[in-house]
């Protein structure tokens, strides 16, 4: 079996584009050695209110489950339960360079236009390698917007094994070919984010139907009417389709079949319906975990489960680098 991991911050609710990246997750369980992890270390590298982490944690654990993850085929923890992220963090952080650091991405477009930012929010990259490579990871599945981070890793991993021997399985991301980047609703030149200020630009899983409907029913098109796949020409309409078709599970050919001279209007409402019914059931089984309490018991158990495999590579670092063992 391959080792899977990944992960996803606590910051606010898990939006369409978050989704379709945990929808895989199920998948993978069935066939994989799977590693799930609330992230809430990351989500401190800007400031956070103490309780709302902590909910939000939770509630992103409970949604884990409702998505589908079944806790006796998977590991679900808090990253913050198991110490050897904070320890492999700091060796890679000693085995990463500035530039690389600075080149980041993510990095460029959350420091922008700040005056002050932390120095975790620099070395954020080397707290994500470390998530990786803790679990011997084969592969990552992320959206596109990680690949830079997950090429770090690998780099770093291939750095540390030349220069020690042996060490670290190198990953690979597997970033799904439809989808891998839901973009925004209000502008598809932009993906879908929890930070944008329009509550109209995303759905998240837990909205009301009420919601949901209005943010289809908002979401910049073009002036044209024809359901037609094309990210250049007409990028709103492809951005809805790749939702329809990820959610629904039909190609995107039959959706302009289907939809072949009735236009957007049609097309939106059907996408209301299909995104509803989808997340209804989701929504009934999250508040059926958290009202249970179950949810504390799962993340005690993937925690305890996660600290034996971490401290396994852990281990064999600390050995390599020189560190003193007892």
């Not at 070919?177 to 200020?197: T, W, Y």
Request: aromatic share 8%; proline share 4%.
């Amino acid at each position: 079996m391959k080792r899977i991991f990944s992960g996803v911050q606590p910051t606010g609710q898990i939006h369409l584009g978050n989704y379709i990246t945990m929808k895989n997750f199920v998948k993978l369980q069935e066939d994989n050695d799977c590693f799930y992890c609330v992230v809430d270390m990351h989500s401190i590298t800007v400031p956070q209110d103490p309780e709302t982490l902590r909910k939000n944690s939770v509630d992103l654990a409970a949604l884990y489950i409702a998505i589908g993850l079944d806790p006796k085929k998977v590991t679900l923890f808090l990253q913050s339960s198991v110490p050897a992220h904070a320890e492999l963090g700091w060796i890679l952080q000693c085995h990463i360079y500035m530039g690389e650091l600075s080149r980041m991405t993510q990095f460029k477009d959350k420091s922008k236009g700040k005056e002050v930012f932390s120095t975790g929010l620099f070395t954020y990259p080397a707290l994500m390698a470390a998530d990786i490579l803790l679990y011997d990871t084969h592969y990552v599945p992320v959206g596109e917007d990680q690949k830079q981070h997950i090429e770090l890793t690998r780099d770093v991993a291939n750095r540390f094994n030349n220069r020690y021997g042996d060490t670290f399985v190198i990953p690979e991301p597997m970033i799904q070919e439809i989808g891998a980047r839901i973009m925004s609703l209000d502008d598809p030149s932009s993906k879908m984010s929890k930070s944008n200020p329009n509550e109209f630009s995303k759905i998240t899983i837990l909205d009301t139907p009420d919601r949901i409907k209005k943010s289809i029913m908002r979401a910049t098109t073009d002036s044209e009417s024809e359901v037609r796949y094309d990210e250049l020409k007409k990028p709103g309409i492809s951005n809805l389709m790749s939702i329809y078709s990820l959610i629904d599970g039909i190609s995107l050919k039959d959706i302009e079949n289907r939809y072949d001279s009735q236009g957007y209007g049609q097309f939106k409402k059907d996408l209301v319906e299909i995104v509803n019914n989808h997340f209804k059931p989701i929504q009934d089984r999250y508040h059926e975990v958290l009202s249970s309490g179950e949810i504390m018991e799962i993340l005690k158990k993937g925690a305890q489960d996660a600290d034996v495999a971490a401290n396994l590579v852990l281990d064999r670092v600390k050995d390599k680098i020189g560190f003193v063992r007892f």
